[in-house]
């Protein structure tokens, strides 16, 4: 019963009583005169209760102040994006429907000729000109204006100009890859079955530079060959972590990777730049081009694992290059069941590809719609970090690969084969796991390796 008592006393807060010591019986608040009658088992229930009551209340204080953090994956609505000197190179902003652009840039594409016919009838664009670049692959001209804040709207250039001039002009918009950020630490992901196939396949990809001074993705390791090339200027600093994750994916020379093209040359276009530590972004004038210049290459097949907004300068561009007969594969988005399509993957002509886990089930955030044209296991995926560890990823970026490893295998057997014919090959090689026919979660099936083709 003693320690009981000096239990009770330290709770209260009344001091202790010395062996031998004599001293006066404090008055003992109420309660307290209650809790020393009931029995110990009693007390130290009670006792116990206190201090959960305590601990949850210091839980909910620190969720609180978790709650004031801003979120690493919510980008501010203006930023600057700043050389690795720290001076200013541009400013991201919000603008209309949650996407984000460069401040005050619009993008016009059309050829040299249609640009001084334009100068010719509005004087005035000359003064808004920024930059004005050749896109010699595909003989177009690609003009940034950076316009007034009075101007910033389609509805106000439209109005100071003309709509024809909306024909040719769009925000420069920003696009993001579609990948969960991977964990912290390593840890066990599901790989490809099997390889794609085994035969020389060419590629194309456009997203973050690579890290290729990994071993697993050194160019002298194997049969892996990369041709890249940076669209972005010299004095900001590259960002590795989602072309490396995509590349492993298909080359990577790593015992718990299983590559899809082990015999591939990867012509990678570095359009992305880290936007904060968790997301990566690309202008639509860098993501232009490094098309141009993947046009240029010896590749039939673009992979394209990226989204953002419709956009008529990317879809006129779109279209160039699905005239040249190129197959162009894209992450259908991360957006959720419920969100609006994204682009490029919802364009007329470009495969979409959704993303499903391991056990045939949709992935969560994946965008449905019925654009949504085929779905690959995408979802805890093992690919390589820029570290270099291994560790498992999710998201429609990492689905859209294998599609795009089985499109490039059937153009490298049968390079006479025309993108839809391609196409309705894949669409005879999916395996339905949804409805009946093509269905808006997973189009017309699952694309997995490897390849099952008749090559005679």
């Not at 390593?186 to 290729?212: F, H, Y």
């Not at 989602?242 to 990678?268: C, E, F, K, Q």
């Not at 969560?364 to 390589?384: E, K, M, P, S």
Request: glycine share 6%.
């Amino acid at each position: 019963m003693k320690k009981t008592l000096v239990a009770a006393l330290f709770l209260a807060g009344l001091p202790a009583v010395s062996p031998g010591q004599v001293v006066r019986p404090p008055e003992l608040p109420p309660p307290l005169v209650d809790t020393l009658k009931q029995p110990t088992g009693e007390l130290l229930r009670q006792t116990e209760q206190l201090q959960q009551q305590l601990a949850e209340q210091r839980l909910r204080e620190q969720l609180a102040a978790l709650a004031t953090l801003p979120d690493p994956l919510q980008l501010p609505a203006v930023q600057d994006i700043l050389t690795l000197s720290g001076e200013p190179l541009w400013r991201e902003v919000e603008v209309e429907q949650g996407f984000r652009a460069i401040e005050r840039e619009w993008l016009l594409l059309l050829t040299a000729d249609e640009w001084q016919a334009l100068l010719q009838r509005w004087p005035d664009l000359a003064g808004y000109l920024q930059r004005q670049q050749p896109l010699p692959a595909l003989q177009l001209t690609l003009v940034t204006l950076k316009v007034p804040a009075a101007l910033d709207s389609a509805s106000a250039l439209a109005q100071q100009f003309s709509a024809e001039l909306l024909r040719y002009s769009g925000r420069n918009h920003l696009y993001q890859p579609q990948q969960q950020a991977a964990a912290t630490t390593p840890q066990t992901g599901t790989t490809a079955r099997a390889s794609m196939c085994e035969w020389p396949v060419s590629l194309g990809m456009v997203d973050t530079d690579i890290n290729a001074e990994l071993p697993a993705l050194s160019p002298q390791t194997g049969q892996f060959r990369l041709v890249p090339q940076r669209f972005l200027p010299e004095q900001l600093a590259p960002s590795y972590a989602h072309g490396t994750a995509v590349a492993s994916l298909l080359a990577a020379r790593d015992p718990t990777i299983t590559p899809l093209l082990p015999n591939l040359t990867l012509y990678s276009a570095a359009a992305f730049y880290a936007s904060n530590a968790f997301q990566q972004s690309a202008s639509l004038e860098h993501l232009l081009t490094a098309l141009d210049w993947l046009a240029s290459q010896p590749v039939q097949v673009i992979n394209l694992s990226l989204t953002g907004p419709d956009n008529p300068v990317l879809a006129l561009l779109i279209q160039q290059l699905q005239a040249r007969g190129l197959s162009l594969v894209a992450a259908a988005g991360n957006g959720g069941p419920a969100a609006a399509p994204l682009y490029p993957a919802a364009y007329p002509g470009v495969i979409a590809v959704s993303a499903i886990d391991q056990q045939q089930q949709p992935y969560r955030w994946a965008n449905r719609g019925n654009y949504v044209d085929f779905a690959a296991l995408g979802v805890r995926i093992a690919a390589l970090n820029a570290n270099g560890q291994v560790q498992p990823q999710s998201g429609t970026s990492l689905a859209a690969p294998v599609v795009s490893a089985a499109v490039a295998c059937w153009r490298a057997a049968q390079p006479d084969l025309s993108h839809q014919q391609v196409y309705e090959r894949l669409m005879q090689q999916a395996r339905d796991i949804g409805e009946p026919g093509k269905d808006p979660v997973t189009g017309y099936g699952v694309i997995e390796p490897p390849l099952e083709a008749q090559l005679n």
